[in-house]
């Protein structure tokens, strides 16, 4: 019988008093923390008489160390870090200036390239960067500060007093497998927090129990998340200059799934690469990381990276939806920011800008919410008013209806993006509505048996060791840790579904969706099927994908004990 992770009762927990509790150490929490220390200093430079402390401001991270399981493209739009540390581009790790971009429809051996680059797709300005170099630098300044963060600890409880949010429970650390403490057993603290602020980064598992509890997306439109898959490459002497960016869009997708890829040229020809792919498509066997080996495929790729060597490998969900499907994002005691909100441009693919602005917003209203001595939605809804009268609101209003626009297909989202262009957004409608990427995949009695147009996408791809990896070879070149003997932190509610059900309609899609090899259908002759799930939780890589895309909705991840995950040192 699978036990799964959950919080232990009846347990004696330490009581720590919070100003600022913020969950999650990425670009959006940590510009939160570092926003707060800033107007901290400036309060007490004015009031000699009244200074305030940032000892009860803690930042809490899962990774054992900052920046571990922070994975993006990526380019940062530098606009917001210019505002929170003016002139930072002499000290922060940027890889390199973008000086040239281009895009491509590719067909399976050919390719077109756009005569001129959309305007969304224009990078001249903005930097390559790792972003995990990019939060460990920045979370060095945060602890520079003197602000605490918590490495190694996941937030596994919002506290709650009525429909107020009053803290956050960490994890308990040293339960085995069967639930059991060990002899290491230490229990979560209790964080009792004046302003909790939740920066989670992707479908983060508290943003998710908040937003069920308070039923905070109603009226929203259904968040619909891409997966990126990513390799990182050591290619020969003038392949990709330093800042160059390539996007691609068409082959290997059909005009039935939406995503796209990125090509960029980092420094000492490190070559960041990935595919985007929406996870709204119909078939269940598709699977995103052998798009990304199709991709590689390509002539045009093939010859890029021809002679080089792979070394690095990550995945991870991001928001598609944009403005529509954003839930309320403060209230009795809680803000909520980044990724996790859902602040992403899709058109652009860019979402860092956002989320480090996104942080600094929401300090600039915690500051104010602990100086008054309050921290209720009256003062915290400051911070959705201060949204919504930023530039985030400017630039995700202009692309509202983009991803929308797709719902169905690749001709009609590019007419639809078209239109959109020239409307400010519009499009044909005031607001487009959208499926659940779940809602859209179809059973396997709708699809042809041997996939069709899209069979070359399903199932797990081979690999061929040099070029292109099954998903264990990728997968090795993640890092991934986690501590063995504990409870799994994939819960799934009801594995009847998956060993009666899920096998036969939908041909057990968790096993094509996971870039991890988490799941796994097992011979089991007492099974109806004569299978049964079967988890490897040590190998999850944390990109949420499961959560989201079960088409039975039956999956819920949480973190696992604190320092687990990938090590996506460079990515
Ligand atoms: Fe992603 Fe879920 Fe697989 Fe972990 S188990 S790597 S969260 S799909």
Same mark, same amino acid.
């Given at each position: ?10 347990i ?12 999650? +150490? ?5 510009a ?30 899962k ?16 606009r917001s ?67 605490t ?17 009053t803290?956050?429970r ?71 200059a330093? +800042? ?52 590689k ?20 969900s ?8 954003i ?16 602040? *992403?441009?899709?058109?652009r ?26 921290s ?10 201060k949204?919504?009268s ?50 859209h ?25 040099? *070029? ?43 096993q094509?969706f ?12 007492e099974?109806?099927? +004569? ?16 959560d ?14 604190? +320092? ?8």
């Amino acid at each position: 019988m699978l036990i799964f992770r959950k919080p232990l009762e009846g347990i004696d927990r330490p009581q720590m008093p919070a100003d600022v509790v913020i969950v999650g +150490g990425g670009p959006a929490g940590m510009a939160c923390a570092l926003r707060l220390s800033q107007l901290i200093d400036e309060h007490n430079a004015k009031n000699p008489d009244s200074q305030l402390s940032k000892e009860n401001i803690y930042v809490l991270e899962k990774a054992r160390e900052i920046g571990q399981h922070c994975l993006s493209g990526a380019l940062l739009d530098p606009r917001s870090m210019r505002e929170l540390l003016p002139g930072f581009e002499k000290e922060a790790p940027l890889d390199a200036e973008v000086t040239k971009e281009s895009v491509y429809f590719l067909t399976e051996k050919g390719k077109l390239k756009f005569p001129i680059t959309p305007p969304p797709l224009r990078d001249h300005g903005n930097y390559v960067i790792s972003l995990n170099r990019f939060v460990k630098w920045l979370g060095s300044k945060v602890e520079a500060t003197g602000i605490t963060v918590f490495t190694g600890f996941a937030g596994s409880e919002l506290l709650f007093d009525g429909d107020r949010v009053t803290g956050v429970r960490t994890d308990d650390k040293g339960i085995d497998k069967e639930g059991h403490q060990k002899s290491n057993f230490e229990p979560g603290y209790d964080l009792n927090a004046k302003v909790v602020i939740l920066a989670e980064g992707t479908r983060g598992s508290l943003t998710k129990q908040l937003i069920a509890k308070f039923d905070l997306a109603k009226g929203c439109n259904p968040q619909v998340y891409g997966q990126g898959v990513k390799e990182l490459w050591e290619v020969p002497g003038g392949r990709v200059a330093p +800042g160059e960016v390539i996007y691609t869009m068409g082959w290997p997708l059909t005009t039935k799934d939406y995503g796209g890829a990125w090509i960029y040229g980092g420094k000492d020809n490190v070559v960041s690469l990935g595919f985007v792919t929406a996870l709204d498509y119909p078939d269940p066997r598709l699977d995103p990381q052998r798009v990304l080996q199709d991709f590689k495929q390509h002539p045009m790729v093939a010859k890029l990276l021809a002679g080089g060597k792979m070394i690095r490998y990550g995945a991870k969900s991001f928001p598609y939806s944009g403005w529509w499907a954003i839930p309320p994002v403060a209230g009795n005691g809680w803000m909520i920011l980044g990724d996790a909100a859902g602040f *992403l441009n899709s058109q652009r693919l860019k979402g860092i800008h956002l989320a480090i602005k996104s942080g600094m917003l929401a300090a600039e209203t915690a500051f104010e919410a602990v100086t008054k001595g309050d921290s209720s939605a009256k003062t915290l809804s400051g911070f959705q008013k201060k949204v919504e009268s930023s530039w985030i609101k400017d630039e995700l209003w202009k692309v509202r209806n983009f991803h929308q626009g797709f719902e169905h297909g690749f001709w009609a989202g590019m007419f639809n993006a078209g239109i959109q262009q020239f409307t400010g957004g519009r499009g044909l409608r005031a607001r487009y509505t959208n499926r659940s990427g779940p809602e859209h995949m179809k059973r396997l009695a709708e699809l042809p048996a041997d996939g069709g147009a899209e069979a070359h996408l399903l199932g797990p791809a081979k690999g061929d060791g040099k *070029l292109t990896f099954d998903k264990l070879t990728d997968l090795y070149h993640s890092g991934t840790k986690h501590e063995e003997d504990q409870p799994s932190h994939l819960i799934i509610h009801d594995t009847n579904i998956c060993n009666a059900r899920c096998v036969k309609e939908f041909g057990s899609p968790c096993q094509s969706f996971c870039p991890a090899n988490v799941y796994e259908m097992v011979d089991d002759a007492e099974q109806p099927n +004569g299978k049964r799930i079967s988890l490897n939780p040590s190998n999850c890589v944390h990109c949420k994908t499961c959560d989201i895309a079960d088409p039975y909705q039956i999956i819920t991840w949480v973190p696992p004990e604190g +320092g687990g995950g990938p090590n996506y040192d460079g990515m």
